[in-house]
């Protein structure tokens, strides 16, 4: 017999496109253990960058529970991606 898994999450309508440009292959180091230890790091600086991507996750979060009442979950995300 075959299994479903089925949790009863919908896809959402229209759904809200997740912040762009926060991931790692976008000339962020893939570790943060580089020896720098200051925070900023240098020129551009990986902080401002975990900075900047840290608040356009939150006003994405922010906007997607006024529009719908409740906090996003990985699918919300997921369906966003477009």
Avoid: Y
Wanted: charge should be negative; include cysteine; glycine fraction near 18%.
């Amino acid at each position: 017999m075959e299994a479903h898994h089925n949790l009863g999450a919908e896809p959402m309508e229209a759904p809200m496109a997740a912040p762009r440009g926060c991931i790692a292959s976008e000339g962020a180091p893939l570790s943060t253990s580089d020896g720098g230890g200051g925070a900023g790091g240098g020129a551009g600086g990986f902080q401002d960058q975990l900075d900047s991507c840290k608040t356009k996750i939150k006003q994405w979060e922010s906007e997607f529970e006024r529009r719908h009442g409740r906090q996003p979950v990985h699918d919300d995300v997921r369906a966003s991606e477009g």
